[in-house]
């Protein structure tokens, strides 16, 4: 069998016929499919699942390369096409997940046949008819017809959401006076405009420098507010159709209301474990919380006499002052040792040797802007190509704004190749040690994704675990981002002299500093998360405030909206829980390696083929146990929040 090749992507100029013409042609071989699958069904219930595996696989693909090119083509007609594409995929799914004569095909497989079948594929079936379920197979007609038009309705809602978050980038001003205190290459990079003023836009590279070093309270206020105005007013109005649609989906298929619905199928369960999760964690936030922002508002009453709490718009900053002078770490400083070209390099070396991979550089390929970079991922001893990756690593205009690893190909042994693209916006020269964490992180994401697509089903394929699970690995690796030994082997400043150990010992106190009221901060979007799909509240502003006073350590910016922009309402709906889930299960898991040899080719090992490359093969909850021995707890964590 010869190996699958990658996807060959389109010229700049063709990509918008080429977006329609795969998508006319995928669609009508996915319908083509499931058309012989209910008029001549395979005599044995294996050759069912696999011809229902490849329709899926061939259908998700198409989802995934709309969703990634939606968010990351320079031409806007692109991303509309794209954008159609994921409505019709979508449709297709909705369609495809109600219709009765598939289901009976799978319902009506003999007995004697799924009694014999491999515990995958057992697996797999039991997904499938799960899928036709809670999709409202067994609803009558019109019931059916209504769910179909929900669907669809969600679709274009939840791309709406994206889309007006990403395009609503503002843009504050400042005169150079009011930036003292901004890093030497980020005033190089802002020059003053005709007016004798710098613009700042609300993307990362340019917005979080400015909340971290500007002395000027006005211009701290102004950059953060204008993040937390992205897409107010506009998206009120979607994100309030959004959940009343997503509640009335989960009534009419015999739930309770969307939460209980969504965690269905996730590790947690049910979604009334989930304000229960969120106070616990909440419960023992509660006193290092309040121990740090003891010392963060004791610092902020030295510039502002008689202030009773530490505003958003100055957090970060005196944040910043408190590392600097309580732990000796000044972030000007730490950013001059973690220019993006060498992090780049080093997270390649680091990934590479920890996984056992090596990543070959491909530069005869169309891609669709010059920042990207691609790499082939081999094992590092080996010839056969594993999977394909893309780096699309600065921001730009009509590009996605955050990070996030997209998929751009499932993969399938023998099949189809693995494609993973990460899409983030950080700076070309010198990076925050925080964006450095966040590239480690997202890489996780993308190295499960190559790892878990080696598997025989499209429907286990990279990250296909539990949806509360997906954070565990990518926040496990974000632990290598930290460790003085392996950030010496790339973090070095201009004169090539690697960063201190001592300095990476107060940067990682500096960090641990603040992670109760971090973790508080991380349940109130929990609750936004949970709250707003389980109550539907008429007005938004007024419950986001409510449960800012009740979660977050830092009040009410007046007249903000930051649900407007808050991303995760779209994908995460109302499990943004999972993050602090995941967290526990992550803390756990790097319980496993020893802090002096992180490299253990053991235990990494076992982790790289227990954990990532299975895929979604196995429940989570078994996949953590079969690595470490026995079932998850809570306690790492537990000891790692009040250290």
Not at 37 to 55: C, E, G
Not at 259 to 273: C, L, N
Request: some cysteine; proline content about 5%; glycine content about 6%.
């Amino acid at each position: 069998m010869s190996s699958p090749q990658p996807l060959a992507l389109p010229e700049t100029d063709a990509a918008e016929t080429w977006v329609k013409e795969r998508t006319s042609q995928t669609l009508a071989h996915v319908r083509e499919l499931a058309q012989q699958l209910r008029t001549a069904p395979p005599s044995r219930a294996i050759d069912v699942l696999k011809a229902w595996d490849q329709l899926s696989l061939e259908l998700g693909s198409l989802g995934g390369l709309a969703g990634l090119l939606a968010n990351v083509h320079p031409v806007e007609a692109v991303r509309t096409a794209c954008e159609d594409t994921e409505v019709e995929v979508d449709r297709v799914r909705t369609e495809l997940t109600q219709d009765r004569t598939l289901y009976q095909v799978f319902a009506d497989l003999p007995a004697e046949q799924t009694e014999a079948l491999d515990p995958l594929a057992a697996r797999l079936l039991e997904k499938t008819l799960r899928d036709f379920t809670r999709a409202g197979v067994d609803r009558d007609d019109a019931t059916r017809a209504r769910l179909t038009e929900i669907n669809e309705r969600l679709t274009e809602l939840n791309l709406e959401f994206s889309r007006v978050t990403r395009d609503d980038v503002r843009i504050t001003t400042a005169t150079p006076e009011q930036l003292d205190g901004m890093p030497a290459d980020w005033l190089e990079a802002h020059p003053v405009n005709d007016k004798g003023l710098v613009e700042i836009t609300t993307d990362y590279p340019d917005a979080l420098p400015i909340r971290m070093f500007a002395k000027d309270p006005a211009v701290r206020r102004a950059v953060t507010v204008a993040g937390l105005e992205r897409g107010w007013p506009h998206n009120d109005a979607v994100l309030k159709e959004m959940f009343a649609l997503r509640h009335e989906l989960a009534t009419l298929v015999g739930y309770e209301d969307w939460p209980a619905f969504d965690a269905e199928v996730k590790m947690i369960g049910e979604g009334r474990a989930i304000p229960e999760f969120i106070d616990k964690i909440a419960g023992a936030a509660e006193g290092p919380m309040k121990r740090d922002l003891e010392v963060l508002l004791d610092r902020y009453e030295r510039d502002v006499p008689g202030a009773s709490a530490v505003s958003a718009a100055d957090a970060l900053y005196y944040e910043e002052l408190v590392r600097q002078e309580k732990y000796d770490v000044d972030s000007q400083v730490v950013r001059t040792f973690f220019d993006f070209a060498k992090v780049h390099q080093g997270l390649l070396d680091v990934t590479g040797r920890l996984f056992g991979l090596r990543y070959e550089p491909v530069t005869d390929v169309v891609t669709w802007h010059e920042d990207v970079s691609v790499f082939d991922v081999f094992q590092q001893d080996g010839g056969e190509r594993l999977g394909r990756i893309y780096l699309d690593l600065h921001p730009r205009e009509g590009k996605y704004k955050h990070a996030a690893q997209f998929d751009l190909a499932t993969g399938v042994k023998g099949r189809q190749l693995p494609e993973g693209v990460l899409v983030c916006n950080f700076s070309r020269g010198l990076m925050e040690h925080d964006h450095v964490v966040t590239l480690f992180h997202e890489f996780g994401h993308l190295i499960h994704h190559v790892l878990g697509g080696q598997g025989e089903w499209a429907r286990f394929s990279g990250v296909a675990t539990e949806w509360d699970f997906v954070e565990a690995p990518s926040q496990m690796l974000e632990e290598w981002a930290w460790d003085a030994d392996v950030l010496q082997t790339f973090a070095t400043n201009e004169t090539g002299e690697p960063i201190p150990a001592d300095l990476v010992a107060r940067m990682r106190a500096a960090d641990d500093f603040g992670k109760g009221y971090h973790a508080r901060q991380q349940m109130f979007y929990a609750a936004i998360s949970y709250w707003f799909h389980k109550e539907q509240p008429a007005d938004l502003t007024k419950r986001l405030q409510e449960l800012q006073a009740a979660y977050s350590p830092y009040p009410y910016l007046d007249g903000t909206h930051f649900f407007a922009n808050f991303g995760h309402l779209g994908g995460y709906s109302s499990g943004y829980y999972t993050y602090m889930w995941s967290l526990v299960i992550a803390k756990d898991l790097f319980s496993a390696f020893d802090p002096d040899d992180l490299f253990d080719p053991e235990v990494a090992g076992r982790y790289r083929d227990l954990v990532l490359a299975r895929g979604g093969e196995k429940d989570a909850a078994d996949l953590v146990a079969d690595f470490l021995g026995r079932p998850y707890g809570f306690d790492a964590y537990a000891a790692w929040l009040v250290a």
